[in-house]
C-alpha cells in the first residue's frame, strides 16, 4: 500500500484549494469542504477583479482614443468643435457597450464556476431575448432609439438642447437614457424612448434676435443707423472676434404697437454664445441710446376731467387712460 495519498478524490477541473487540503489532510470531505469554502469564493473573487480590471483598461483605452481625436481637431473651428463633441459621445457609449458585455461574461462564469450547466442558459438566449422583447418594449425602444439618436448626430454631450419636457445642457449620454442639467441647475433623466423631438441650439451656428422698442416720436432712419452702428462695432471687437461670425443685420421695423416701434436686430453667432452676445449687445444699445438721446417707450397714465382733450404722452403717441365717468 502506497503511503502518497492519491488525488483521485478531486475531479481534474476542481480548484487547487481540494488538492491542497486532500494533501495536508488526506479526507475527502475536508477537501470538498474546502471547495465550497476557499476555492470556489476565490474564484469568483478572482472572476470579479478580472473584470474590473478588463473594464478599466477598456475604459481608459476609449480615453486615449478620445484625447487623440480632440487633440488632432483644429482649435477654435465649429466642424472641429462639433466632431470633439461627437467623439466624447462616442466613446460614452463604448464605455458603456464594453460595461455591458464585461458584466454579462462575468457572470456566466460565475454560474459555471457555481456548478451550473450554461450551455441551456447560452442556447435558451435568443428565445429569451424575444421573450424580453415583447415583455419589455419600453427597453427596447429606448435602445434603439438611442442608437438612432447617437449615430445621427443628433446632440452629443455638451449640446444645449430642448427634449419638450426639458431643456438644458446634455452631461451624459447612453443607450437607455440622456442625462442633462437646466440652467437652474436641475438634473434630468429623460428616457430616449421618450424623446419624440429635439431642439439643438449648439449644432454649426446658432442666433441672437434682438427686439428694440422706440418710442413714437423717434426718427426711424436715425434709430436704425444707430443699430447698425452700434452691431458693427461689436462685429468688430477683438474680444468677439470667432464669437459672432457674421455682420450683423438691423432688419427694420418689426412690428407697430400701441406703446411703440420695436425695430429687429440679428446676430450670427458661433454655438452657445447667443446668450452672451445678447446680452451684451442690449447694454451696448442701451448705453448708445442714451447718448444719442433715443427715448424708448414706457407706460403712461394721463387723468383728465370729463370733456378735456387726451394729451399725447411723453411717446408721441396718444397716452393709455382709465374709463374717465362723464356724468355731469
Excluded at 191 to 204: A, D, F, H, K, Y
Excluded at 217 to 223: A, I, N, R
Excluded at 243 to 252: R, S, Y
Excluded at 259 to 279: H, I
Aim: glycine share 8%; net charge negative; aromatic share 8%.
Amino acid at each position: 500500500m502506497s503511503l502518497v495519498p492519491t488525488y483521485d478524490e478531486c475531479d481534474p477541473d476542481q480548484s487547487y484549494a481540494c488538492r491542497a487540503v486532500f494533501r495536508l489532510t488526506d479526507n475527502e470531505s475536508l477537501a470538498d469542504v474546502a471547495v465550497w469554502l476557499i476555492g470556489k469564493p476565490l474564484s469568483i473573487a478572482l472572476l470579479f477583479v478580472l473584470g474590473f480590471s478588463a473594464r478599466w483598461l477598456i475604459h481608459r483605452f476609449v480615453d486615449r482614443l478620445v484625447r487623440q481625436a480632440e487633440s488632432r481637431e483644429t482649435a477654435g473651428s465649429l466642424v472641429a468643435s462639433r466632431r470633439v463633441q461627437r467623439v466624447r459621445t462616442m466613446g460614452s457609449l463604448l464605455k458603456s457597450i464594453a460595461t455591458g458585455l464585461i458584466t454579462t461574461i462575468v457572470l456566466i462564469m460565475t454560474i459555471a464556476e457555481l456548478g451550473y450547466n450554461v450551455a441551456p442558459l447560452l442556447a435558451s438566449a435568443g428565445i429569451v431575448g424575444v421573450a424580453l422583447g415583447f415583455g419589455a418594449q419600453s427597453l427596447v425602444k429606448d435602445f434603439l432609439s438611442g442608437i438612432f439618436m447617437i449615430f445621427e448626430d443628433q446632440y452629443g454631450v455638451g449640446d444645449v438642447v430642448d427634449v419638450g419636457e426639458a431643456s438644458g445642457t446634455i452631461e451624459a449620454v447612453s443607450l437607455r437614457v440622456t442625462r442633462l442639467r437646466d440652467t437652474e441647475g436641475t438634473v434630468w433623466y429623460v428616457r430616449n424612448g421618450e424623446i419624440l423631438r429635439v431642439g439643438n441650439m449648439s449644432q454649426n451656428w446658432a442666433r441672437t434676435v434682438l427686439d428694440v422698442a422706440v418710442a413714437y416720436s423717434e426718427d426711424l432712419v436715425k434709430v436704425r443707423r444707430v443699430l447698425r452702428e452700434v452691431a458693427h462695432d461689436m462685429w468688430e471687437d477683438d474680444e468677439f472676434r470667432g464669437i459672432v461670425i457674421e455682420e450683423p443685420e438691423v432688419w427694420g421695423v418689426q412690428s407697430v404697437g400701441p406703446d411703440g416701434v420695436v425695430l429687429r436686430v440679428a446676430v450670427k453667432t458661433a454655438p452657445q454664445q447667443q446668450w452672451a452676445v445678447g446680452r451684451e449687445l442690449r447694454q451696448r444699445i442701451k448705453a448708445r441710446f442714451d447718448y444719442a438721446g433715443i427715448e424708448v417707450p414706457y407706460p403712461e397714465w394721463v387723468t383728465r376731467q370729463p370733456g378735456q382733450a387726451v394729451p399725447s404722452g411723453a411717446n408721441g403717441a396718444p397716452s393709455r387712460e382709465p374709463d374717465a365717468d362723464v356724468h355731469p
